[in-house]
C-alpha cells in the first residue's frame, strides 16, 4: 500500500495510509450516511482486534441470526461490565470439557429470576467441597436420581419430602422433641430373615444420672477380634462395666449419638462392648463407634425402660442403669395377665361379690421363694381340707402357732411333727398339757433344754417314760433348783450305766442339804475321779482327815522327805533402772520404794554396797528382778572391765568403778570402795562362771 497517495476522506480531514499493512485514522471510522450499517469485511479471514476496543454507553455488539458466536476460547482475560452484571438472552452452550469458573470473593450464580431447569445431560449436578445455599424453592427433576449428596448435608430450614424417604444407612438420629407418625403401626426389624427368634422393642431414658463426662480425645472404632471401640473423656474412672451411658444432651455427638454399654473406664479412656474382643450384652445397645476427632459430646449413665417382643413372641418389659436387665412377661402365651404383673400395677388382688373365690388348682406346687412373707391378716379363718398330702411348715428362723378358745394341734390318729433348727415357743399361755394315750417320748437330736423362769418343774409318768438324745446333752434346768427323787425311802435313783458319768459343769457346785452325805466309793474296783482321772485308794476319808484337820493335822504321816540341794539363792525384787544379766546390783531407795539399781564402787551414796548379782536383764525400771545373792552364776563377757581368762579361776571377783560391771583388779582410787563380789569358778570367752560371795566393803 505504500505506493497509493495520500487518501482524503470528507469532511476536510486527511488521512493516509502510511502503513503496509494497516489503515491509520485518526478518531474512528464511520459510514455515511448516519444510522447505517458499516461492515467491515475480511474476505474470509478474521478480523482481529489489537487492542482494546470498547463499546460506548448504551451501545452494543450483536450477533445476527445463524451461529454466529463471540469465541473468547483462546484468551485468558475477564467478560465484565460496570456493575458486574451480564446479562445472556439466549442459551449459553458449552462445549465439551469446558465450564464456568468462579474465583475466590463471595461470587454466584443467581438463576432466582428465571423459572427454568438446570440439567446436564444425564441429570446429574456434582457440587464440589464448601457450602451450597439455597434461599428459595428449589426443584430437582430427573428420570432417575434427582439429587445425590456425597458428603454431609445441613439444612437449617424446613425440609418437606412430597414423596418416600429411604434411609439406606444404619444409623437414624434425630434431636427433634415432637414426632407425629400417621401410620398405626410400626413395623420392626423388617430386614431380619433368619430362622431364629430374636428380640425387639423400645428403649427409653427415663432416669438420667449424675454420673457424666465430656468427650476430650478422638473416638477409635472397634476391630473385630482385636479391640473394643475407645474415646477419650475428661473425667478419669466416671464409669463401672456394665453401665448403660448415652453420648447426647446440651451438646451431642456428631457420629456416635446414642445408647452404649460401658466395657471400662481405666484412667482416661472409656471403653464400650461391641465390636472387638467383648460383645454387648444386651441387643438394643450400639456396639461401635464411628472414628473421628474429639466433639466435645456429653456422655451421662442413664437408666432405661424396655419393652419388648421376647423370643416367645410374648411382650416382657425390664429397666436398670446396668447390665444385663431382668425381663418379665406382660402376659402368658395365651395372651392372660401373669400375677406377676398384676402385682406390679396394684399389689393388692381384691375378690368382688358375684366374681367368686381365688383358686389354684392343677398339678403343680404353689411355691413362695426368696425372702418374702406368707401373711394371712384376714378376720376369717385359714382352711385346709381333704387333704391326702403332708402339710409340712419348714422355716429357718422362728415358727409361731397361735391358738385362741379351742384350737386343737393334732389328732389321735396321724403325727403332728415340730422339725427346725429354732425353737418351739409358745407366748400367753397359762398352761400347756402334753397328753398321751400311750408312751411320751421327748427326743433332742442335740444339746436340748427344758426350762422353767420360776418355780419346780414336775414331770409326771404313770407308764415308763423316756428322756434322751441321739447325740449331744440333756439339760434340765429350772430357775429355783431341780428335785430328783427315786421314790419310796428305800429305793434309789440311778444314775447312768457302765462307762456313764455323773459331771459337774465348772463354776457349779455339787452339795448337799440338811443332813445328806455325798458317798465317793474308792476301792479297788470303784474310784472316784478328779479331772477324769481316778484317784489312788490311798485316797480316803482317814487320809483326807489328816490334811485338814486343822492345827492338829499331820501332814508328814503322809509323805517322806527327801534330801534337797539349791543351787542359787536369790531375793525377787523391782528394778529401778534397766539391768544387764551378770550386773552387780543392790537395793536401794527410790522415792519411798525400794529398787534394785546397777551397783558402782565409786558411786555416790548406798551405791557402793552391792548385795548381789543380777540374774536376767531388764530393759527398763519397774519390773520384776532376781538378785542372786549366793550361788553360781553365769557371767556375760561384757559385764568385766576385762574379760577373765580360762586360768584366773578362783581368783576374787570385784566390784568395778564403772557401774554395772565386775573387775578382776580391786580399786585404787582414793574414795572409791574396795569389795568382794564373789570368786572365778570358770573363765574363757562365753564360759564365765563366778560363786557370788559378798564380802565387806572398805572406802580407800
Known amino acids: 500500500m505504500a505506493d497509493f497517495a495520500a487518501l482524503t476522506i470528507q469532511l476536510g480531514v486527511q488521512r493516509q495510509i502510511q502503513d503496509t499493512n494497516y489503515l491509520q485514522v485518526g478518531s474512528g471510522v464511520k459510514p455515511r450516511p448516519a444510522a447505517t450499517n458499516m461492515e467491515i469485511f475480511a474476505n474470509g479471514g478474521t478480523i482481529i482486534l489489537s487492542d482494546n476496543t470498547t463499546v460506548l454507553a448504551n451501545k452494543n455488539i450483536t450477533a445476527q441470526a445463524g451461529t454466529s458466536a463471540l469465541d473468547f476460547s483462546l484468551g485468558t482475560g475477564i467478560f465484565s461490565t460496570s456493575t458486574g452484571t451480564n446479562t445472556i438472552n439466549g442459551a449459553m452452550v458449552f462445549a465439551a470439557n469446558k465450564g464456568i469458573t ?30 451450597t445455599t439455597m434461599s428459595g424453592v428449589t426443584t430437582f427433576t430427573a428420570a432417575g436420581t434427582a439429587l445425590t449428596v456425597n458428603n454431609n448435608a445441613l439444612i437449617s430450614g424446613n425440609m418437606i419430602i412430597s414423596g418416600n424417604l429411604t434411609v439406606s444407612g444404619t444409623t437414624t438420629t434425630t434431636h427433634s422433641e415432637t414426632v407425629t407418625i400417621d401410620d398405626n403401626n410400626l413395623y420392626l426389624n423388617s430386614n431380619y430373615t433368619t430362622a431364629a427368634a430374636q428380640t425387639g422393642g423400645l428403649t427409653i431414658n427415663y432416669l438420667p444420672t449424675a454420673t457424666a463426662t465430656t468427650v476430650n480425645a478422638a473416638y477409635v472404632a472397634g476391630v473385630a477380634a482385636v479391640s473394643n471401640p475407645t474415646v477419650g473423656t475428661v473425667g478419669a474412672a466416671t464409669f463401672a462395666a456394665g453401665d448403660f451411658i448415652q453420648f447426647g444432651g446440651a451438646i451431642p455427638s456428631t457420629n456416635n449419638t446414642g445408647l452404649y454399654e460401658v466395657l471400662s473406664h481405666a484412667a482416661n479412656v472409656l471403653t464400650v462392648r461391641g465390636i472387638g474382643t467383648t460383645a454387648c450384652v444386651e441387643d438394643f445397645t450400639q ?57 406390679q400395677t396394684g399389689n393388692t388382688i381384691t375378690t368382688t361379690v358375684g366374681f367368686g373365690n381365688v383358686t389354684i388348682t392343677g398339678t403343680e406346687d404353689f411355691v413362695l421363694a426368696g425372702t418374702v412373707d406368707a401373711a394371712w391378716t384376714t378376720t376369717g379363718g385359714f382352711t385346709a381340707t381333704a387333704l391326702t398330702g403332708a402339710v409340712n411348715l419348714t422355716t429357718t428362723s422362728t415358727l409361731t402357732m397361735l391358738g385362741g378358745a379351742g384350737a386343737t394341734f393334732g389328732d389321735d390318729t396321724g403325727t403332728l411333727n415340730f422339725n427346725g433348727s429354732g425353737f418351739l415357743t409358745t407366748t400367753g399361755l397359762a398352761v400347756i398339757s402334753l397328753i398321751s394315750s400311750g408312751v411320751l417320748t421327748l427326743t433332742g437330736g442335740g444339746a436340748s433344754s427344758l426350762t422353767t423362769t420360776a418355780g419346780a418343774l414336775t414331770i409326771t409318768s404313770f407308764a415308763a417314760a423316756t428322756w434322751k438324745t441321739s447325740g449331744g446333752l440333756l439339760t434340765v434346768e ?45 476301792n479297788g474296783s470303784a474310784l472316784f475321779q478328779i479331772e477324769g482321772v481316778g484317784v489312788s485308794a490311798n485316797v480316803t476319808a482317814a487320809n483326807l482327815g489328816t490334811l485338814t484337820a486343822g492345827p492338829a493335822s499331820n501332814a508328814d504321816a503322809l509323805h517322806t522327805h527327801t534330801t534337797v540341794t539349791a543351787s542359787n539363792l536369790g531375793v525377787p525384787g523391782t528394778s529401778g533402772e534397766a539391768i544387764a544379766a551378770g550386773a552387780p546390783v543392790l537395793f536401794d531407795n527410790a522415792a519411798g520404794v525400794p529398787r534394785v539399781f ?50 584366773d579361776v578362783g581368783k576374787v571377783v570385784y566390784l568395778s568403778e564403772n557401774v554395772g560391771l565386775l573387775t578382776l583388779t580391786a580399786p585404787t582410787t582414793t574414795g572409791s570402795t574396795v569389795c568382794r563380789v564373789g570368786w572365778v569358778s570358770q573363765g574363757g570367752t562365753g564360759a564365765v562362771t563366778i560363786v557370788v560371795g559378798i564380802g565387806t566393803p572398805t572406802i580407800l
Open 102 to 131: 468462579v474465583t475466590a470473593g463471595t461470587s454466584a450464580f443467581d438463576f432466582s429470576g428465571g423459572t427454568g431447569i438446570f440439567k446436564t445431560s444425564t441429570g446429574a449436578v456434582t457440587i464440589g467441597n464448601g457450602v
Open 287 to 343: 456396639n461401635q463407634f464411628v472414628a473421628g476427632a474429639s466433639d466435645g459430646a456429653n456422655i451421662t449413665k442413664v437408666t432405661v425402660s424396655v419393652i419388648r417382643a421376647g423370643t416367645d413372641g410374648i411382650w416382657e418389659t425390664g429397666a436398670g442403669a446396668v447390665t444385663p436387665v431382668v425381663f418379665t412377661d406382660l402376659a402368658n402365651a395365651t395372651g392372660s395377665v401373669t400375677l406377676n404383673s398384676a402385682y
Open 478 to 522: 429350772g430357775a429355783a433348783g431341780i428335785q430328783l427323787n427315786g421314790g419310796a425311802a428305800t429305793s434309789f435313783m440311778t444314775i447312768g450305766v457302765t462307762a456313764n458319768q455323773l459331771q459337774v459343769q465348772a463354776g457349779r457346785t455339787l452339795s448337799t442339804t440338811g443332813s445328806g452325805n455325798i458317798n465317793l466309793p474308792n
Open 598 to 647: 546397777n551397783a558402782d564402787a565409786n558411786g555416790a551414796g548406798e551405791l557402793v554396797n552391792v548385795m548381789g548379782v543380777n540374774l536376767t536383764a531388764v530393759g527398763a525400771a519397774a519390773l520384776a528382778v532376781t538378785m542372786i545373792v549366793a550361788g553360781r552364776v553365769a557371767v556375760p563377757d561384757a559385764q568385766f572391765d576385762a574379760l577373765p581368762a580360762v586360768g
